[in-house]
């Protein structure tokens, strides 16, 4: 794959930051998702029968996303798929939820491209349990990740992950996704030692263009781990933090916290907009690297009636405690030493207009414990932004990104028969979108469960395009290249001129090469 093109083109026309380069699945097979269920491959139906992409069903998702070589997913369906949920039991002598059965979609072959805008008019939403990704060279476009309160997911204290980046993945990029009703972060950063005994990092991470909002609290009084949109952390060594990661152009709402927090090794946060959050929204802890550029945070009502009256922005806190250390301010630890970070043109919007509220953008703490100081020591600034990785991110004023952030967050497009990019945002999306222009929430609290907050909005079921050769391709967009409507093998081809990409590329990314 590597040798196929130069590894320097972007994954797709308008890809950015650390994970901009990810080759995905170019030039391999395709694979088509053709079936909304997510059946179990075996009567046993065990952990190890949903991992294996030989028993799995085809035309399903998650036997797409688990073959075992370079492919890129395109879509026949749209609509809602629910996934197959854990199986939990309580353990009476541990006190802890045993897992009994486990079916996230833990992806471990490379070369993976996942074109969610294929599907016809509504889209395909994700529901019910999760992804995990734990390996290299991965693109994932135009999902919509809902999970949901089930049962027994969310059974004793099992809180499913909705979308996590894990050890050994690399060149990763997560772009205009959209992330809602997800019960512990509903997308994450995680490596280190982690539960099942794997150790690793992660690195060359691009989110972008996504829409996080309104998780669900743990339980119905609100109680319990919050409700979050972004976290990058670890467990164990600080060796396996993450390293070069970009969040840029996100809009985050009504989540509890971690709107953005950095455990990591070095982080761009740029161009973002966060809203109505409740407290502590975005931290940055350890001797992280960051740059912080461009961003927006509103207060909203529900940051107004923030308990801990920590209302500032971005929170800055040095790690000095030892890793696993029995201590209630463990989850702060970060790397070992004291935050560098390049701030410009970040800005702080308080509640209400003209509001005269004193609250600064930013604060830093010496403990969990201790107040939010706007002393900052100088020596945590940095007069120089981080060498850009890969593609470097086109930054706009924190006024302009607001605009194109609004308009354009989420999955909020398809590609049609003719490959032209049309509307797409449902009416949850769109909810969000408006609750930030007019600065308010429908709730007095975030939900314990959908259902408070409308449910699932009435699914669309659009045609697909016409694709007889079932190579991704629309035929009236080869007729119009000229191409064979009949030879699948020319999606995988080297279209001229045209930058190293591939016929298929051009098509599901919307270029009009002719």
Same mark, same amino acid.
């Given at each position: 794959m590597a040798g196929y093109v130069q590894a320097s083109i972007p994954a797709f026309p308008g890809a950015e930051g650390d994970g901009a380069t990810s080759l995905g699945g170019r030039a391999g097979k395709v694979l088509i998702v053709d079936r909304l269920d997510?059946?179990?491959?075996?009567?046993?139906? #065990?952990t190890e029968d949903l991992a294996d992409p030989h028993k799995l069903i085809p035309g399903t998702l998650r036997w797409a996303l688990?073959?075992?070589?370079?492919?890129?997913?395109?879509f026949r369906v749209s609509g809602i798929i629910e996934l197959l949920a854990d199986q939990t039991q309580w353990n009476e002598k541990t006190k802890q939820v045993d897992i009994q059965r486990l079916a996230n979609i833990r992806i471990k072959s490379s070369y993976l491209t996942v074109a969610?805008? #294929?599907a016809p008019a509504g889209g395909v939403t994700i529901k019910n349990n999760g992804i995990t990704i734990l390996t290299h060279d991965v693109v994932m476009r135009y999902l919509r990740f809902r999970t949901g309160r089930q049962l027994p997911v969310f059974a004793g204290q099992q809180t499913p992950e909705t979308f996590m980046i894990a050890n050994h993945a690399? =060149?990763?990029i997560i772009d205009h996704c959209s992330f809602s009703w997800t019960p512990a972060e509903g997308l994450s950063i995680y490596t280190g030692e982690l539960w099942d005994g794997s150790k690793g990092t992660a690195t060359d991470i691009s989110i972008s263009w996504n829409l996080l909002g309104e998780g669900l609290v743990r339980h119905a009084d609100g109680r319990g781990h919050p409700s979050s949109a972004f976290m990058a952390g670890y467990d164990g060594d600080p060796s396996y933090a993450a390293d070069r990661v970009s969040l840029h152009h996100n809009l985050f709402v009504h989540t509890q916290k971690r709107n953005g927090d950095f455990l990591t090794q070095r982080g761009q946060f740029i161009n973002n907009l966060i809203y109505n959050w409740q407290w502590l929204p975005t931290v940055l802890a350890g001797a992280v690297q960051a740059d912080v550029i461009g961003n927006t945070w509103k207060a909203g009502p529900i940051t107004q009636a923030d308990y801990d009256q920590r209302r500032g922005g971005l929170h800055l806190v040095p790690a000095a405690r030892l890793q696993k250390q029995p201590d209630p301010e463990g989850w702060w630890d970060g790397v070992p030493g004291e935050p560098s970070v390049y701030l410009k043109d970040n800005r702080y919007l308080p509640m209400g207009a003209g509001s005269k509220e004193p609250i600064n953008l930013l604060c830093s703490y010496a403990s969990r414990t201790a107040a939010c100081s706007k002393q900052i020591p100088m020596h945590w600034w940095r007069l120089k932004a981080l060498n850009p990785n890969a593609i470097p991110i086109t930054t706009q004023t924190a006024v302009e990104a607001e605009r194109l952030v609004l308009e354009q967050a989420g =999955? &909020?497009?398809?590609? &049609?028969?003719?490959?032209?990019?049309?509307?797409?945002?449902?009416s949850v999306d769109q909810r969000y979108v408006d609750d930030y222009r007019s600065g308010t929430y429908l709730n007095k609290a975030f939900p314990f469960a959908e259902a408070e907050v409308g449910g699932f909005p009435t699914q669309i079921e659009g045609e697909p395009y016409p694709d007889a050769d079932r190579d991704g391709i629309s035929d009236r967009w080869e007729q119009l290249q000229g191409l064979n409507p009949a030879d699948?093998?020319? =999606?995988? $081809?080297? =279209?001229? &001129? $045209?930058?190293?990409? #591939?016929?298929l590329e051009l098509f599901i990314n919307g270029s009009q090469p002719l």
């Amino acid at each position: 794959m590597a040798g196929y093109v130069q590894a320097s083109i972007p994954a797709f026309p308008g890809a950015e930051g650390d994970g901009a380069t990810s080759l995905g699945g170019r030039a391999g097979k395709v694979l088509i998702v053709d079936r909304l269920d997510d059946p179990c491959p075996t009567q046993a139906c #065990t952990t190890e029968d949903l991992a294996d992409p030989h028993k799995l069903i085809p035309g399903t998702l998650r036997w797409a996303l688990m073959q075992p070589y370079p492919r890129t997913v395109v879509f026949r369906v749209s609509g809602i798929i629910e996934l197959l949920a854990d199986q939990t039991q309580w353990n009476e002598k541990t006190k802890q939820v045993d897992i009994q059965r486990l079916a996230n979609i833990r992806i471990k072959s490379s070369y993976l491209t996942v074109a969610g805008q #294929t599907a016809p008019a509504g889209g395909v939403t994700i529901k019910n349990n999760g992804i995990t990704i734990l390996t290299h060279d991965v693109v994932m476009r135009y999902l919509r990740f809902r999970t949901g309160r089930q049962l027994p997911v969310f059974a004793g204290q099992q809180t499913p992950e909705t979308f996590m980046i894990a050890n050994h993945a690399s =060149a990763v990029i997560i772009d205009h996704c959209s992330f809602s009703w997800t019960p512990a972060e509903g997308l994450s950063i995680y490596t280190g030692e982690l539960w099942d005994g794997s150790k690793g990092t992660a690195t060359d991470i691009s989110i972008s263009w996504n829409l996080l909002g309104e998780g669900l609290v743990r339980h119905a009084d609100g109680r319990g781990h919050p409700s979050s949109a972004f976290m990058a952390g670890y467990d164990g060594d600080p060796s396996y933090a993450a390293d070069r990661v970009s969040l840029h152009h996100n809009l985050f709402v009504h989540t509890q916290k971690r709107n953005g927090d950095f455990l990591t090794q070095r982080g761009q946060f740029i161009n973002n907009l966060i809203y109505n959050w409740q407290w502590l929204p975005t931290v940055l802890a350890g001797a992280v690297q960051a740059d912080v550029i461009g961003n927006t945070w509103k207060a909203g009502p529900i940051t107004q009636a923030d308990y801990d009256q920590r209302r500032g922005g971005l929170h800055l806190v040095p790690a000095a405690r030892l890793q696993k250390q029995p201590d209630p301010e463990g989850w702060w630890d970060g790397v070992p030493g004291e935050p560098s970070v390049y701030l410009k043109d970040n800005r702080y919007l308080p509640m209400g207009a003209g509001s005269k509220e004193p609250i600064n953008l930013l604060c830093s703490y010496a403990s969990r414990t201790a107040a939010c100081s706007k002393q900052i020591p100088m020596h945590w600034w940095r007069l120089k932004a981080l060498n850009p990785n890969a593609i470097p991110i086109t930054t706009q004023t924190a006024v302009e990104a607001e605009r194109l952030v609004l308009e354009q967050a989420g =999955a &909020n497009q398809r590609i &049609n028969s003719l490959g032209h990019w049309v509307n797409n945002r449902d009416s949850v999306d769109q909810r969000y979108v408006d609750d930030y222009r007019s600065g308010t929430y429908l709730n007095k609290a975030f939900p314990f469960a959908e259902a408070e907050v409308g449910g699932f909005p009435t699914q669309i079921e659009g045609e697909p395009y016409p694709d007889a050769d079932r190579d991704g391709i629309s035929d009236r967009w080869e007729q119009l290249q000229g191409l064979n409507p009949a030879d699948a093998g020319d =999606a995988s $081809k080297q =279209a001229p &001129n $045209k930058g190293g990409y #591939t016929w298929l590329e051009l098509f599901i990314n919307g270029s009009q090469p002719l």
